[in-house]
Nanobody, 121 residues
Framework: VQLVESGGGSVQAGGSLRLSCAAS????????MGWFRQAPGTERDWVAT???????TYDDSVKGRFTISRDNAKNTLDLQMNSLKPEDTAMYYC????????????????WGRGAQVTVSS
């Protein structure tokens, strides 16, 4: 399993960034996919999940600003981030989890190396 993030960078508050994750080495369409983030000195936090059936869920801190999407034909996962805030600054990780059903996921067990997002005020 290989997950490779891209698209991180620096942006001013209120701006937008789009993260992408390229997946390989597994049957992508059969896995739940998610985004997590970790700021310095903190634990890794869940951001969003998209199931095999396309159901999306978000942490309250990003709901209405971030959108997770997947392209099963290209084996890619995206995270569109709008109205960015300084508190969104973190390393963002792409993750994969086995699918229990079209709407339920097992624990995330595969991780990318991360992409840095920095939001300045």
């Amino acid at each position: 399993v290989q997950l490779v993030e891209s698209g991180g960078g620096s942006v001013q508050a209120g701006g937008s960034l789009r993260l992408s994750c390229a997946a390989s080495g597994f049957t992508y369409s059969r896995y739940c996919m998610g985004w997590f983030r970790q700021a310095p000195g903190t634990e890794r936090d869940w951001v969003a999940t998209i199931t095999v059936g396309g159901r999306t869920t978000y942490d309250d801190s990003v709901k209405g600003r971030f959108t997770i999407s997947r392209d099963n034909a290209k084996n890619t996962l995206d995270l569109q981030m709008n109205s960015l805030k300084p508190e969104d600054t973190a390393m963002y990780y792409c993750a994969a989890a086995a699918s229990i059903s079209d709407s339920w996921c097992a624990d995330f067990s595969h991780w990318g190396r991360g992409a840095q997002v920095t939001v300045s005020s």
